[in-house]
């Protein structure tokens, strides 16, 4: 028997010791439930589908409803084009079924459009160029190409269409060589494909830098960035977006020294998430996601520890409540008075529950997670100054930079310089003349044929 005074002080250390453990097993189980919902992971990595479309669909199976559109439902219909390239009027029968004589309307027909593509062959033009000699010197002249005219085997039409497929629409080299072959009839080989890539990146360039250039002028910016596996190394590509622009660029650093280079005396308005790199802005001109802020709140109200559930929920509500008057203003139910004062107070909450986290929680994992949002207070309500103009998520960028995540997906990696500049330039471009309502194959195509230089506004 051991005395009371060494048995009580052995069973403190012990119920210690089991309060670390608790502590412990409940961090562990926190990051266990990391999933898409409440942090940076792909859907794809979730270990639990939690997928609110498939309540939606259960809900639908057991509807009474009919498929398709409802009772009252507004159709959509195509519209007619307004120059067929051929008309053909079908009369009815001259008479009736009781015997009459039938007179033709044709004032108001009913309409039905058949559209049709031809099978297509490729125009092979051939240049033959001549050879002579000077009857005085005896010097032997070749003729030149005309202008615009490259000695390849592809014309410009042809270069832009490659150049669309395997750059923006995502298919990879071997499928262009059998769309070319099977839709186009042309034969082609995946080394031409690869050279074609390269000369459309090439004429690309002055459009591309002009892009980059532009970006100390805008306004806003959305920025963003995303893994990229290059030569079995990381890198990293960034995406710099505003209703008007959108730049992809590839940098081996993560660092806010990409920030230095590319946007040496950017003064706008900037939308982000919490990542330090962007500190290298100023903090009165930052405005930080909240759809990344709510993924951080989901996170806390996940947690296995009471305390931080409980005021988890409470802060994944308010924000959620944020978002609700935030949509009712823009849609210009809500006045601007009314959404700013209800704002302030959803914010004074949402301050008092994290610092509750902050001081109560025994987790010192979670308290880090806490003291750290707190740090970025006053740049999580920056978009009050200006509600009209200053957006209050980096959805923006997001969903710019989902096309270079799909491609990287399917192709694993980029291995060159020039395949990885070639990518970012057709994205750039494809993104950039979408916003301003061009259209970005007559674009690209211009930009081969050297009649443009750079992108014109919207």
Known sequence: MLPSGVECSRCKVLEEHINKLEIRINELEDRLNNNSGNSSLPPSSDFQKRSKKNKKNKDRISSTKKVGGQLGHKGNHRKLVDNPDETISIKPSDICECGGDIVVDDSNPHKIQKIEIPKIKPHVTEYRLLRGECSCCGKRINASL??????????NNAKSIIAMMTGYFKNSRREVVDIMRNIFNLEISL??????????????????????????????????????????????????????TTLLKWEVSRSKKVLEKILPDYHGYVISDRYAGYNYFDSSNRQICWAHLLRNFEKFSDSSFPEVREFGSLLVFYTKRLFIIYRGHKKGILERQYFVRHANKIRKRLRRYLHRISAESSSEYIRRQADNILKYEDMMWLFLQDIENIPLTNNHAEQEIRRFVIHRKNSFFTWGIVGQQYLERMISIFQTCKKRGLNPADVLRNLIQENIKIIPAA
């Not at 980059?212 to 977006?241: C, P, Q």
């Open 146 to 155: 005309p202008d615009g005219v490259t000695p390849d085997l592809l014309g």
């Open 191 to 244: 080394g031409l494909v690869s050279k074609t890539e390269e000369r459309v990146s090439d004429k690309c360039e002055t459009a591309f830098n002009e892009l980059k250039d532009s970006l100390s002028d805008l306004e806003i910016l959305h920025i963003d960035e995303t893994s990229n596996n290059y030569r079995g190394k990381m890198g990293w590509s960034w995406i710099f977006a505003n209703p008007f």
